[in-house]
């Protein structure tokens, strides 16, 4: 390149083949180096503000880029939308990371603007509508999000994000069996999508039970060891989740056929109870000394496909713990342990399970922990409130709680239970923490609209 002072072409190609490698720093200094050379192209502070966006979560900078477009009026042509659409984005991304009120509230205001505009300007784009969408389901205008999520589907009927997000305005609404059969339909198209998976354990959990969703966990683990046996892994499956760009960097990777992923069933099958706690924990002892036996070889391969597993592992200890099955969801939190010892979500199902045993200065511990890593975790804060209040020490869990509040104002669970810790302390106004709770838990999905990922 040293050679090529000023060639475009060969800057431009530089930048695209610095993006298809995955790097991602580099390839936004190439991208604004092409943009100097070109300021009046559109497309090249797009192309930076797509990777900010994407890859670095360089919110403030993909506005910059974003806005650089949008000041060039109708002079940026067909762009002009996808320039405000990458604004909203920016706006709506910074919205959820905000962790105080007002600045969540004004980066919101700001996103529906924003998003409002690339609408008006190509009502016709399917993305800008299903983004349309999302962000007015966050800020928990259903109805509104729903019209708008229509128009989506009308214009792209097959598309995966907005198929998700249709199942989780449903649940908002309550409607468990429609989103369940929206999910199912998604799921035929897109067999081994994850996000799709886990948000179909948390509507089967809501309709059936526990019991029934670890079923679909258990599936999920064979459908993940299936996706990801990379000495089995086909160039050729467009169905999986795994990004087609990204199949080539994990299919080398060579690892034992011998490797069965399992959920635990510590039950003894003859008398339908636990087994006695000698033989519990000699099976316990055997599976994790066979875990142990392929843990250095489970962290080869992009780190997404390990939090993936790490993802299914917590959920079914999650629903083991729902269950009263409490050395199986010890078995599950320690496999994800084992991916993942420093992971705040690993030290919170560990937490919570200590707190379910009764270990509350342990439960304490844990999650003390996991607040050192994530200070702004809803469910830590969540859990450590509620364990302070149990425990006696109110003022605390109060204090605690309202964080929670400040943090996550949409949580109908924190409204909840700072109630709680404001009525144990007979306070007049946890009543309207109560109804708080109550307006906010009857728009609340099956899990948060922020796992629809938003990216240009």
Known sequence: MKFSFNEFHLWHQLGLSLMAAKKW??????????????????????????????????????????????????EAGEFLPRAYLALGLCFSLQASRATLKADRNEFNKRALKALNKAHSLDPHDAQISMYLALQLALVR??????????????LQADDLNSL???????????????????????????????NLLLTKVKLEEALFGPAAALQTCEDMLHRWQSCYDFSRLSDTDDSSSLPAAEKSEVSPVVRKASIHLNLPDFQDASIGSLSPPSVAASRLE???????????????????????????????????????????????????????????????????????????????????????????????????????VKTGRVHLGEKVLRDAVQMHSTSHEAWSGLGEALQALNHSEASDCFFTALELEASCPIRPFTIIPREL
């Open 286 to 388: 055997a599976a994790f000394s066979e875990v142990s036996e392929v843990s250095s070889s489970r962290r080869q391969g992009p780190s997404y496909i390990w939090t993936t597993l790490e993802s299914i592992w917590l959920q079914s200890g999650e629903l083991f713990m729902a269950d009263g099955r409490l050395k199986e969801a010890q078995f599950c939190i320690a496999e994800a342990g084992l991916l993942f010892p420093n992971s705040h979500c690993v030290l919170l199902q560990r937490g919570r399970l200590a707190e379910l045993r009764g270990q509350m200065n342990e439960a304490k511990s844990l999650y003390d922990e996991a607040l050192a890593i994530h200070p702004a975790g809803e469910r830590i804060l969540l859990h450590m409130g509620h364990l302070l």
């Open 141 to 154: 205008q259903v109805p509104a999000a729903m019209e708008a999520l229509q128009e989506a589907l009308s």
């Open 164 to 194: 998700h997000l249709l199942t989780l305005l449903l649940s908002a609404q309550k409607h468990h069996r429609h989103a369940l059969d929206i999910l199912d339909l998604a799921l035929s198209q897109h067999p081994d999508n994850f």
């Open 25 to 74: 720093v580099s390839a936004v200094s190439v991208f604004k180096e092409c943009s100097m050379m070109r300021p009046e192209d559109p497309s090249l502070p797009l192309l930076a503000a797509k990777v900010c966006i994407g890859h670095l979560h360089w919110f403030e900078e993909a506005e910059a880029f974003s806005q650089r477009v949008v000041s060039m009026g109708e």
